[in-house]
């Protein structure tokens, strides 16, 4: 079985200051894939990135930024200089299988709140 | 890019009667479809998975009979609410599963808000 763990509910900033969401992950599986979407309040989920478990190089997209560390089943996601738009729930999500019906197991999300 | 169209996104509906929701893959083949619901401040919770062609398999304590999917070709899944209830009410959302490369992807609808009154 496979776990995903937002510890962090609720986060509010100040615009501008710098966010880390923590995402833990728990799997027996030696491959698999991680991803990050953000949720607006629209509905709709944005695919923000995708991290394959053999690949630990951390990835820097702009403002936002990874840090996947196997060592600690952690792939903690950080928004620089945050903004007003960055408001949202973000979910950190697992799938351990690379097939057409391989499930995602989502975290409980965290909301994020940047304040003007 | 890829893109899920799901419809409608807000349907309100009177206890009792049925809603389908529908997802269509635009510009690719989907041959898995997933079908979540999501209520306020919560995660979203897998309700089936569906694939092309055969009958869609259901997380344990989704009543198959109450939430009917029909895969019925490569680009149109659709999730039907049978005698809704206020408590049915919640955001429906799909995602198809696309092969990107020599791995999967997955494409988010923009989701359903239902509301049961």
């Known amino acids: 079985a496979q776990k995903v763990t937002q510890a962090q509910t609720e986060i509010s900033v100040v615009e501008k200051e710098d966010v880390t969401l923590d995402c833990v992950y728990e799997?027996?599986?030696?491959?698999?894939?991680l991803f990050w979407y953000k949720q607006p309040p629209s509905g709709e989920l944005v695919f923000l990135i995708r991290?394959?478990?053999?690949?630990?190089q951390n990835e820097i997209s702009g403002r936002y930024s990874w840090n996947f560390q196997k060592s600690t089943s952690s792939f903690n996601f950080t928004i620089t200089a945050s903004q007003v738009v960055d408001s949202a729930v973000y979910f950190c999500?697992?799938?351990?299988?690379?097939?057409?019906?391989?499930?995602?197991?989502f975290g409980e999300g965290t909301q994020l709140t940047v304040n003007p | 890019g890829a893109v899920v169209s799901q419809h409608p996104s807000r349907v309100i509906c009177k206890s009792g009667t049925s809603v389908k929701i529908e997802c269509r893959s635009l510009d690719f083949q989907a041959t898995t479809m997933f079908w979540y619901r999501q209520f306020p401040k919560q995660s979203l919770m897998l309700m089936a998975t569906s694939n092309e062609g055969s009958k869609a398999t259901y997380e344990q304590g989704v009543e198959k009979d109450k939430f009917l999917i029909n895969h019925a070709s490569l680009t149109l899944s659709t999730l039907t609410v049978t005698s809704a209830h206020p408590e049915d009410s919640s955001f429906y959302i799909c995602?198809?599963?696309?092969?990107?490369?020599?791995?999967?992807?997955?494409?988010f609808g923009s989701g359903t808000r239902l509301t049961v009154v």
């Open positions: 995602s198809a599963s696309r092969r990107t490369g020599v791995s999967y992807g997955y494409t």
């Open positions: 991290r394959n478990s053999f690949d630990e």
């Open positions: 799997t027996r599986d030696t491959t698999y894939y």
């Open positions: 999500a697992l799938t351990t299988r690379e097939t057409s019906g391989s499930r995602l197991t």
